[in-house]
């Protein structure tokens, strides 16, 4: 029996964003065993990876390298060896001074398959976020890129015959590269842009020329990995810098949901500039096999209408469902109910449609929904969390009908680490985060349970709340909420979020 050979895709993995990430490489991650990653790469593009990737740092830190090129070389060639997809996942794109070449030579000289997946080039994409046209029919006709290593000595390159020039990781030697210029006849007055951190909530950018742009960098302390622009491209930067004009930029926001739905808030919060920070105080378990599910499933036909509270009400329901052989065909005939737009969504992926949803998404909101229906001696299934309130059941027994709870799932608090919360408290106390927020009860009440309540350590962080439960919660534990959204949906209290700091 021959050996399973592996193979080896080369990803570029954009310049920092997450989003500007291929679908291609998006795709090609999902297979990977073995991801190997640079410290460029954002973290957020992790998650496309199967959950049980091998992941290898192999980046700098500080100017220290966690491996050398020979080693990460190597390593790509023993994995494929093993049978196994390896990605090698490189910020930018790998062929753009990224050591690319020398990676791919390595593998295919050992037999090993390879493919490239070109990556958004932070040559591009830098200037783009900071207003700036790498060509310009007003300006340029063409455009030249360095890396900011190298300084000009013994090259025959003439920079006053180029009219844009790019340098790629030159923060460090700006100095020297701008004296370069000047004496090679660029003139001083040369407009100039430095983008720092550029494509991410933490992006930077000045302007200046090349007789000053060094002195402006120093004293503000410009950060790398940074992006150099020099020509009169640059000077449009004031003009067209779209980036750092969103609503939430320069804000930083913690996310508190669980895990498995905190990226989809956080990415519309940072579709508005914000940087944000996922502190998920909630973790979703399903309950299975309980009496009572085998009992409710059994008798499924004695149901008339079903009442879904939540997208986890939703998704474990029918997980109970189908463990004991049924799926939503076996619903025909009965009323659903949903609480909220995400939970009426949920229930169509199981091609049902909700037959009533509510207009204000709480409890209450059904309970108004539910007095304009004559309930009574009508049986009512509610999937839910272990944990919840009970006016809803309480009333609908109050309206006559026969009300049964089954329980789907319980909402538990996530176990972190010492290290892992102070690290959250430290955060908090040197005012980098500026809004917390909740969206549901169960977040509110595991976030004080994980750090406590002191009034100092959330003095100049504010708190937004999904809704008036949820807000109610909060001033139960001794907190005012600063934004309270008034559609109950996390896209209805990004808007309440942006109100509160347009305002």
């Known amino acids: 029996m021959s050996e399973k050979k592996g193979r080896v895709y080369l990803i570029g993995a954009g310049p920092g964003d997450a989003g500007l990430l291929t679908l291609k490489g998006k795709d090609l991650l999902g297979e990977a065993q073995v991801v190997i990653y640079d410290s460029l790469v954002n973290p957020q593009i992790l998650r496309f990876c199967r959950a049980d990737a091998e992941l290898v740092f192999a980046g700098k830190t500080m100017g220290e390298a966690h491996m050398s090129q020979e080693e990460i070389n190597e390593l790509l060639i023993s994995r494929a060896k093993e049978g196994k997809t390896v990605a090698r996942l490189k910020g930018g794109d790998p062929f753009v001074f990224g050591r690319g070449g020398e990676e791919a030579e390595a593998v295919v000289k050992n037999g090993i398959d390879i493919e490239i997946v070109p990556g958004v080039s932070s040559l591009t994409a830098v200037p783009a976020y ?39 990781m030159g923060l460090n030697n700006i100095e020297s590269i701008m004296k370069k210029l000047l004496e090679s006849g660029k003139q001083p007055s040369t407009p100039v842009a430095v983008i720092s951190c550029g494509t991410l909530p933490e992006q930077t950018s000045i302007v200046g020329t090349i007789s000053d742009i060094a002195e402006k960098t120093k004293a503000l302390d410009v950060q790398t990995p940074a992006t150099i622009v020099v020509g009169e491209v640059a000077a449009l930067a ?12 320069g804000k930083t926001i913690m996310v508190t949901r669980e895990k498995e739905a905190s990226s989809e808030f956080s990415e519309l919060l940072a579709s508005c500039g914000a940087k944000t920070v996922e502190f998920p105080t909630i973790e979703i378990k399903p309950i299975r ?18 009442v879904f509270t939540s997208v986890n009400g939703v998704s474990n329901y029918f997980d109970v469902l189908a463990s004991h052989g049924k799926d939503s065909r076996d619903l025909k005939g009965k009323k659903i ?55 809803l059941p309480d009333t609908l027994r109050a309206m006559g009908a026969t009300v049964e709870v089954l329980c ?25 985060i500026d809004l917390v ?17 002191d009034p100092e350590l959330f003095a100049r962080t504010g708190f937004a709340c999904i809704g008036p439960v949820t807000a109610a919660t909060l001033l139960a534990h001794g907190f005012t909420p600063a934004v309270t959204a008034d559609i109950h949906t996390t896209r209805g209290l990004k808007e309440k979020i942006l109100n509160f700091y347009l305002s």
């Open 408 to 432: 789907v799932y319980e909402t538990l608090t996530p176990d972190y680490s010492k290290q892992e919360l102070d690290a959250i408290k430290e955060k908090i106390s040197d005012a980098k």
């Open 130 to 168: 900071g207003g700036i046209p790498i060509t310009h029919r007003q300006y340029n006709s063409s455009f030249a890129v360095f890396t900011g290593h190298h300084q000009g000595e013994d090259s025959d390159y003439n920079p006053a015959e180029i009219e844009t020039m790019v340098f790629l």
């Open 289 to 306: 096999d309980t009496k009572e599910q085998q009992f409710s499933v059994k008798n499924l036909e004695d149901y008339d209408f079903l």
């Open 437 to 453: 927020t909740f969206t549901s009860s169960s977040t509110v009440t595991n976030f004080f349970s994980l750090l406590g309540k």
């Open 238 to 249: 004031e003009a067209t810098g779209w980036y750092e004009k969103k609503p939430l930029f």
């Open 337 to 391: 109910t949903a609480i909220g737009e995400k939970t009426s969504e949920e229930i169509l992926k199981y091609n049902l449609t909700p037959d009533y949803m509510p207009a204000v998404y709480t409890a209450e909101g059904i309970i108004s929904l539910a007095e304009e229906l004559n309930l009574d001696g009508k049986k009512i299934l509610i999937p839910r969390a272990l944990v919840a309130r009970e006016i």
